[in-house]
């Protein structure tokens, strides 16, 4: 099985930015065919999509972060990345990375944005 692991939240003002990363590891596993989505869960809220990236590089985001989100990966390195810019207040939540569309979640970062 493939685990996860989420880093890189924190506090910022609104209008900053940050990276947040993904780390896969496990065994028997071949990273650059795996689809890495990105979902995230505000406090009494439904966890929602964010965006997802497939193999080959193709990103699709939500609306809400379309423009100001960017996804990528470092397949030599088994790690995905979501760059956060201009954040807004309302991205608050904590963010979590999935093994595919059906995969294991990460342990999830949190991202607080102050106004």
């Known amino acids: 099985q493939v685990q996860l692991v989420e880093s890189g939240g924190g506090l910022v003002q609104a209008g900053g930015s940050l990276r947040l990363s993904c780390v896969a590891s496990?065994?028997?596993?071949?990273?650059?065919?795996?689809?890495i989505p990105w979902y995230r869960q505000a406090p009494g809220k439904q966890r929602e999509f964010v965006g997802t990236?497939?193999?080959?590089?193709?990103?699709i985001y939500t609306d809400a972060v379309k423009g100001r989100f960017t996804i990528s990966r470092d397949n030599s390195k088994s790690t995905v990345y979501l760059q956060m810019n201009s954040l807004k207040p309302e991205d608050t939540a904590v963010y979590y990375c999935?093994?595919?569309?059906?995969?294991?979640w990460g342990q999830g970062t949190q991202v607080t944005v102050s106004s």
């Open positions: 999935r093994a595919g569309a059906n995969g294991n």
């Open positions: 496990g065994n028997a596993f071949r990273f650059e065919f795996m689809e």
């Open positions: 990236i497939r193999p080959g590089a193709r990103t």
